[in-house]
């Protein structure tokens, strides 16, 4: 008679394999993988036409196989940004879920990085036709087509634990906890709180536990 338990053993392991894998990528978790992806990459096929259309259309004239510079000149302080007159830096979100980010400002310009978690700030430092130069809270960053950005404004828990308040004082009473790297709506600002909103709760978060906002910013 043949010894089928070793067969067996196996057997039962391979098929456990797949549900623990479901299990994990269930799991809620919130890392830095979530949010940013290494090159190389490439664009969604949909993403890329739309940027490229985007592009031809919006493009001022100029000899054939022309590109833009390599390099752009930052501002070495707080200036108007030569595109849309708003201020520079400023923060923004990501108005995607898969945003690729370029080593230049143009689609010939390789993909550096990619981010993945749709209304996460950035800062804008730097613009160039339909293009804009962003930083996350990482300092991982280039260039962007604004398209793919929104004014919509939001913050990330800079914090190991942040205690949502629900008034703006560090003794009110505690709405709920956020984890470190929660991505929360940013409502108004006075000089040391902010008000926001994250998974259906909303209360009040000093600004010092937040990045993607700016420490003198005043919001009504």
Request: charge should be neutral; aromatic fraction near 6%; hydrophobic fraction near 45%.
């Given at each position: 008679?043949?010894?089928?338990?070793?067969?067996?053993?196996?057997?039962?392991?391979?098929?456990a394999?797949?549900?623990?894998?479901?299990?994990?990528?269930?799991?809620?978790?919130?890392?830095?993988?979530?949010?940013?992806?290494?090159?190389?990459?490439?664009?969604?096929?949909?993403?890329?036409?739309?940027?490229?259309?985007?592009?031809?259309?919006?493009?001022?004239?100029?000899?054939?196989?022309?590109?833009?510079?390599?390099?752009?000149?930052l501002?070495?302080?707080?200036?108007?940004?030569?595109?849309?007159?708003?201020?520079?830096?400023?923060?923004?979100?990501?108005?995607?879920?898969?945003?690729?980010?370029?080593?230049?400002?143009?689609?010939?310009?390789?993909?550096?990085?990619?981010?993945?978690?749709?209304?996460?700030?950035?800062?804008?430092?730097?613009?160039?036709?339909?293009?804009?130069?962003?930083?996350?809270?990482?300092?991982?960053?280039?260039?962007?087509?604004?398209?793919?950005?929104?004014?919509?404004?939001?913050?990330?828990v800079?914090?190991?634990?942040?205690?949502?308040?629900?008034?703006?004082?560090?003794?009110?009473?505690?709405?709920?906890q956020?984890?470190?790297?929660?991505?929360?709506?940013?409502?108004?600002?006075?000089?040391?709180?902010c008000?926001?909103?994250?998974?259906?709760?909303?209360?009040?978060?000093?600004?010092?536990?937040?990045?993607?906002?700016?420490?003198?910013?005043?919001?009504?």
């Amino acid at each position: 008679m043949m010894n089928f338990g070793p067969i067996a053993a196996l057997l039962v392991a391979l098929a456990a394999q797949p549900a623990l894998a479901q299990q994990d990528e269930t799991r809620p978790r919130l890392r830095p993988a979530d949010l940013t992806a290494t090159a190389p990459a490439q664009a969604a096929p949909d993403v890329a036409a739309a940027l490229a259309a985007a592009v031809a259309t919006a493009a001022p004239e100029g000899e054939e196989g022309e590109t833009a510079p390599r390099e752009i000149a930052l501002p070495k302080g707080p200036t108007r940004g030569p595109e849309t007159n708003l201020p520079l830096p400023r923060f923004v979100s990501l108005s995607t879920d898969r945003g690729n980010v370029r080593r230049g400002p143009s689609l010939s310009h390789r993909i550096d990085w990619v981010f993945l978690r749709r209304d996460m700030p950035l800062q804008v430092t730097a613009e160039y036709g339909h293009w804009r130069r962003v930083t996350d809270r990482e300092g991982v960053g280039g260039w962007m087509h604004y398209a793919m950005l929104s004014g919509v404004r939001s913050v990330i828990v800079d914090a190991e634990t942040l205690l949502l308040r629900a008034r703006p004082r560090p003794d009110a009473a505690v709405v709920a906890q956020l984890e470190a790297g929660v991505v929360a709506r940013l409502g108004e600002c006075e000089p040391d709180w902010c008000r926001l909103t994250a998974g259906g709760y909303r209360g009040w978060a000093p600004k010092t536990e937040l990045w993607g906002v700016a420490p003198d910013e005043i919001r009504d």
